[in-house]
């Protein structure tokens, strides 16, 4: 993918990202105050979930690009926040199908876009230092082994 194709997307990923949040967030805070939460409390609740799905995702990035670290824990923290997001912007409808698709769409456009801009990244790092001469670490490919003569 080109830079400038990559930058784009990135910026609009960051733009779906804000609008995404802010949407979800209203709804999460309604959902709170209808359980019990209120005034303050009802409005950090939404931005505990959203913190958490940011820092994973960009933990699961950053470990992805370094090759190591703890990228399971790192999508897990991502995957949980994904879920709460999902369901509590379902269920601050509950049961409209129509408002719950329309609650539920933002969230699903920003989990696509960053699971898309995440594999992207770290093909391109696999693509990177395959052409500086190291190995790629696709494990869909294999290293290639050397035929060995039959020692029949």
Not at 6 to 28: C, K
Request: glycine share 8%; with cysteine.
């Amino acid at each position: 993918m080109s830079r400038l194709r990559l930058t784009i997307a990135e910026l609009a990923i960051l733009a779906l990202t804000g609008l995404g949040f802010a949407l979800s967030y209203s709804s999460l805070v309604r959902l709170a105050e209808e359980h019990g939460y209120r005034g303050w409390e009802a409005q950090a609740w939404p931005i505990t979930i959203d913190l958490l799905a940011q820092a994973g995702t960009l933990l699961a990035l950053e470990l992805a690009a370094r090759g190591s670290g703890p990228r399971g824990e790192a999508w897990g923290l991502a995957v949980l926040a994904a879920v709460a997001t999902l369901s509590g912007n379902i269920l601050s409808v509950w049961p409209d199908p129509v408002s719950m698709a329309l609650h539920s769409w933002p969230a699903i456009c920003m989990l696509g876009a960053w699971h898309t801009l995440t594999r992207a990244a770290v093909r391109g790092e696999a693509d990177t230092k395959s052409q500086n001469g190291r190995r790629s670490t696709n494990p869909a490919r294999p290293p290639p082994t050397r035929s060995r003569p039959c020692s029949c």
